[in-house]
């Protein structure tokens, strides 16, 4: 029988217990010893004896701020932005190099200071290997009860260095089908009818979905106008814009009647009655996007919601949107996966778990003018979710 090499035996072994979905078991670090005789990079050992060069003996966690240029100033019920600030994060590993992000969009009161903070006192060395995901993932957890991007983006980047250790994109590693991811909608924000027009036939040919944001008394004008140019099925999220249940209700109707197939957050997170009435008596499903954050929040929204918007950002990342696809499929919800203003990193991350879902809104990507990263592409209008190991990204 061939002798089987270190890498070999950690590709199998990984893959078989990750995909099976175990945490590896990792006891306390032991110092490694020190490396004898000259080493070799990873790319001359072809033809040589089974000598591996020596490696490094921990994780190093990386990062430095990005901010993010919109394409087109980007409008919704409660802001507008030109910009997004954001922090990249490496995290290096023997020969392998993981990358995550994170995205903060100033609404949700994060701000790079407080990432980067976050990432200060993150200590990887901590820890024996990668694969120790759960045992690793839950201490960075544990920092802090917030800062959910930036725990997102350690999250993120593990998960591409894991991967790129096993050889494999994490879509194969949890079992899905590539074939199975959804179209993405591409997002049309609030502005004037001449905007709006213009944004729409930009991109209608290029997507089967739109999602277009309402949440104003523009509302009905936002979708005349769109309708005006094309008769694409189209999501609607009113980022808690509406608050009166019977308006809601009165405006969902009228969606329906112009080919809106789903509504997102239509009222304020604090009115969990009035939502539920409204979920009830809905022709449309409606999901929930900022009424949900984490797993700990989906058991309360059945009944309140037909299904959860799912964003690394606000979940801290694969590790438990993974979990919340799961739950919400067990309590018999839909699911949506979403993200902020991100480059392909985030994105191609979060379509790692495309196949499992209902609805993909996974165009953050697509929206900005400075992307460092290529991954996940849109063809006629359908996620394709590269080969590549990890995360599914190359740094340009």
């Known amino acids: 029988m061939k002798k089987q090499s270190r890498r070999e ?13 175990l945490a590896v078991s990792c006891g306390p670090k032991r110092p490694a010893p020190e490396p004898e005789g000259p080493s070799d990079s990873p790319d001359s050992l ?5 000598v591996l060069p020596p490696l490094p003996r921990r994780m190093t966690l ?5 901010e993010l240029q919109l394409q087109h100033t980007f409008t919704v019920s409660k802001s507008s932005r030109k910009t997004t600030p954001g922090v990249q994060v490496e995290i290096d590993y023997q020969w392998y190099t993981g990358y995550g992000e994170a995205s903060m969009p100033p609404y ?6 407080s990432v980067t903070a976050f990432l200060q006192r993150v200590r990887l060395s901590r820890f024996a290997d990668p694969f120790c995901l759960e045992d690793i993932l839950s201490y960075v957890d544990s920092l802090s009860p917030g800062d959910a991007p930036a725990k997102a983006a350690v999250d993120i980047a593990l998960h591409d260095l894991v991967g790129k250790m096993l050889g494999a994109p994490w879509y194969k590693i949890w079992g899905y089908d590539p074939a199975k991811a959804p179209s993405t909608t591409f997002t049309i924000g609030i502005d004037t009818p001449e905007v709006v027009r213009e944004k729409t036939l930009e991109c209608a040919g290029k997507f089967n979905i739109l999602k277009v944001k309402v949440g104003l008394d523009t509302d009905k004008e936002m979708i005349e106008t769109i309708r005006s140019v094309t008769d694409l099925p189209l999501a609607v999220d009113a980022n808690e814009g509406w608050t009166d249940r019977f308006q809601a209700l009165d405006m969902i109707y009228w969606l329906r009647e112009h080919g809106v197939v789903m509504v997102e957050q239509p009222l304020p997170v604090g009115h969990i009655d009035d939502q539920a009435w409204l979920n009830e008596r809905s022709p449309l499903p409606i999901f929930a996007d900022e009424s949900v954050q984490r797993l700990a929040d ?3 929204l059945k009944g309140v919601f037909s299904g959860i918007n799912i964003k690394l ?4 990342g694969l590790r438990e949107a993974h979990k919340m696809v799961d739950l919400a499929r067990g309590l018999g919800m839909k699911v949506m996966l979403g993200c902020m203003t991100e480059t392909s990193c985030g994105v191609s991350a979060a379509a790692q778990l495309s196949p499992a879902v209902d609805f993909a809104d996974l165009d953050g990507n697509l929206l900005i003018s400075n992307d460092i990263f290529s991954g996940v592409t849109v063809e006629k209008g359908k996620l394709v979710l590269p080969d590549t190991p990890g995360i599914g990204v190359t740094k340009l």
């Open 313 to 316: 950002m606000k979940c801290t």
């Open 108 to 113: 949700l009161g994060h701000s790079v200071d």
């Open 62 to 66: 990386h990062f430095r701020p990005y």
């Open 9 to 21: 035996f950690l590709k199998v072994a990984g893959a078989a217990a990750l995909g099976a979905g």
């Open 298 to 300: 989906v058991p309360g």
């Open 46 to 50: 072809e033809g040589k004896p089974e």
